[in-house]
Nanobody
């Protein structure tokens, strides 16, 4: 099986920073892309950022562009999300996901999901 484990969430004041990590373990699989999604209470799960594993092309939601940076370490099979200038609107459960092939922005095309890590930004 494939397991994705997120870490790095927590409480932070507005304007602060957090760095999320997502480590993959278990069976190896073809990684076309890995991404981050988030879901706030009462809201739909939304795309945050993604990285295409081969070549490292990155994609961002407009709401986080310029503040968040996604990266990957192929040797460690780990993905990171550096979040700066955090806003209360960023408060959500953040989920790591991976896909072998599909649409970068579509949650339905992701094959594996982590359990989520909570990010709470106080005003």
């Amino acid at each position: 099986q494939v397991q994705l484990v997120e870490s790095g969430g927590g409480l932070v004041q507005a304007g602060g920073s957090l760095r999320l990590s997502c480590a993959a373990s278990g069976r190896t699989f073809n990684r076309y892309a890995m991404g981050w999604f988030r879901q706030a209470p009462g809201k739909e799960r939304e795309f945050v950022a993604a990285v295409r594993w081969s070549g490292g092309l990155t994609y961002y939601a407009d709401s986080v562009k310029g503040r968040f940076t996604i990266s990957r370490d192929n040797a460690k099979i780990t993905m990171y999300l550096q979040m700066n200038s955090l806003k209360p609107e960023d408060t959500a459960a953040y989920y790591c996901a991976a896909q072998s092939y599909g649409t970068i922005f579509n949650a339905r095309d992701y094959d594996y999901w982590g359990q989520g890590t909570q990010v709470t930004v106080s005003s």
